[in-house]
């Protein structure tokens, strides 16, 4: 079993910063891919961003320049560092990992982003 644990979420005024981290109970390097997804209320679960084994990485039209996601391979921790955040970023925060055919999610982290 795998588990992730998000945090760094909060609460954060309009163009302010957040970094949110992933930590994983088993080495990252196993994973094919992880990433970080996001759920607004009323709205469907979307990928924010993700990245490979191989370090190749992709973002949403919405988040691209603003967002950045990362891996410490050493800390078993993928990051999504949060830049020039509006309102509509507000949502809860997933992070999900790709073992084979099985995918793994965190329980979320809540961001909210004031106007």
């Known amino acids: 079993q795998v588990q992730l644990v998000e945090s760094g979420g909060g609460v954060v005024q309009a163009g302010g910063s957040l970094r949110l981290s992933c930590a994983a109970s088993?080495?990252?390097?196993?994973?094919?891919?992880m990433g970080w997804y996001r759920q607004a209320p009323g709205k469907q679960r979307e990928l924010v961003a993700g990245?490979?084994?191989?370090?190749?990485?992709n973002y949403a039209d919405s988040v691209k320049g603003r967002f950045a996601i990362s891996r410490d391979n050493a800390k078993n921790t993928v990051y999504l560092q949060m830049n020039s955040l509006k309102p509509e970023d507000t949502a809860v925060y997933y992070c999900?990992?790709?073992?084979?055919?099985?995918?793994?999610w965190g329980q979320g982290t809540q961001v909210t982003v004031s106007s």
């Open positions: 990245i490979t084994s191989g370090g190749s990485t």
């Open positions: 088993r080495s990252i390097f196993s994973f094919n891919a």
């Open positions: 999900n990992a790709n073992l084979a055919i099985i995918t793994y």
